[in-house]
């Protein structure tokens, strides 16, 4: 049981998943974005939803496969046909039979990718079937309840840096109302903008800005409970506020590429 998710931003993508497993009643916390290329300067993210040993067991074949290859790293057109090309294999299919279970894959996955150019897309796998995501997909357990909350708090001019923030309170919520999905959440964001160093980069919930919804509840409490005493819901206000205010303090602004007069060498 899981939730995974994908989030397409104003300047690349995310993947994310939590680490919660339960097999025959017993839970256990596993880190589900798996690796599926082994070239430098290529990514290919896995996130997947169901069986996880199956999901790893793909995550291998397509580490193992020949289809990501230097020339499919180059961008990310070469880089989706080798996917494609991957999902076409006998090895795949092969596989695929041996894993389905009564006419339907044991996982369904995120995909996530990034090839030298700087290019990134997202995708959903399912089988032998590959649904591009236009703005955002949750699957898994908790993939309603994650739903709900992305259509809330998605924009699509968010850059990765708000992004992340926010798919940290998608996730926490399917972790709190679903059965089966919890532990910590790992979150990739993949830049598509040159200049962002690093390119690639791992978030986790304790990095994250936690308690959005604990700040809102006592701020909501005393707008209907007059009971509450006005110091009570002045003290909420003001809490909620400075952490907020704080929080802007601590976000960085993008920086701006550096601009050199041209040598006589450029010119």
Known sequence: MT?????????????AADERITELNVERNQKKLLDCSRIPGCFVKLAPAGDFEAASTCAELMRENGCFNEVAAESI??????????MQSQEYLNFLGIEIQDGSPSFQAI?????RDFKTDLYCMEGTRLYPIQ?????GAGYDIGMFFAKWLYRPIFPLSLMNQVVIQVLRASKGHSSGVGGPSDIACLSNVPIMA???VIHNDAELFWGIFDLLRPVLYGCVDRTIPDDDFR?????????????RALTMLPEEPE?????????
């Open 135 to 139: 703005d955002y997909r949750c699957i």
């Open 111 to 115: 995909i996530a990718l990034q090839a």
């Open 3 to 15: 939730i995974a998710a994908g989030f397409r931003c104003r300047d690349g993508v995310i993947i």
């Open 259 to 267: 601009f050199q007069e041209p040598t006589k060498h450029d010119l």
């Open 198 to 200: 690093p390119r690639f």
């Open 77 to 86: 057109r070469a880089l989706k046909s080798a996917l494609n090309q991957f």
């Open 235 to 247: 003290r909420a206000l003001e809490n909620m506020l400075k952490r907020i205010v704080d929080k």
